[in-house]
């Protein structure tokens, strides 16, 4: 409704500078993050740490892991998760280039950030048990949100924030 309320040349103008972003922007040779250019600027970056490496799904938890402003090494984007009942498998996704990645670079630990679902949790599994011969292989922690009251957790929550629990800093 908001755009059919503004003047034509600025839908026209918006229009295009879609059509530009869609045909400019592709995939980052290197981790699959999005990209102008045939390398993005994370992986260019001499500030971060390339023996730390980040697996991600898909582009989107690049910028939420950007936003925190604490991850300082790079990423490897996978580009979905295995989902057998989508039909997606292993040789849909970004994993061989992530093991050529890992083993051919001196990775010293991977990071696995996936969301826990049935499908984050296989990807999660399965990436790790091929890099694991290569390198030592995290997963992030989940557990409750800032804010959220325990009664209200569900099981699965509650025995994540168990397992992924550390010592107190004092």
């Known amino acids: ?3 059919l309320k503004r003047p034509e040349a600025e839908v026209r103008a918006l229009a295009n500078a879609l059509i530009d972003a869609k045909q400019q922007v592709g995939q980052c040779s290197r981790c699959f993050h999005l990209s102008a250019e045939p390398v993005c600027d994370i992986c260019l970056s001499q500030s971060r740490d390339p023996s730390t490496v980040c697996v991600v799904a898909d582009s989107r938890d690049v910028i939420a892991l950007e936003r925190t402003r604490e991850y300082k090494g790079r990423y490897h984007v996978l580009g979905g998760l295995i989902s057998p009942m989508d039909g997606i498998g292993p040789e849909q996704l970004n994993i061989g280039q992530l093991v050529h990645r890992v083993n051919k670079e001196a990775t010293r630990e991977v990071i696995m950030a ?14 790790g048990q091929l890099l694991k011969p290569f390198t030592k292989v995290t997963r992030i922690a989940f557990g409750l949100p800032m804010g959220g009251d325990l009664e ?3 099981e699965v929550t509650l025995a994540r924030a168990l397992e992924g629990r550390r010592e107190l800093d004092t």
């Open 1 to 3: 409704m908001h755009m």
């Open 114 to 127: 996936i969301s826990p679902s049935i499908e984050g949790d296989t990807t999660t599994l399965y990436v």
């Open 152 to 154: 209200y957790a569900d």
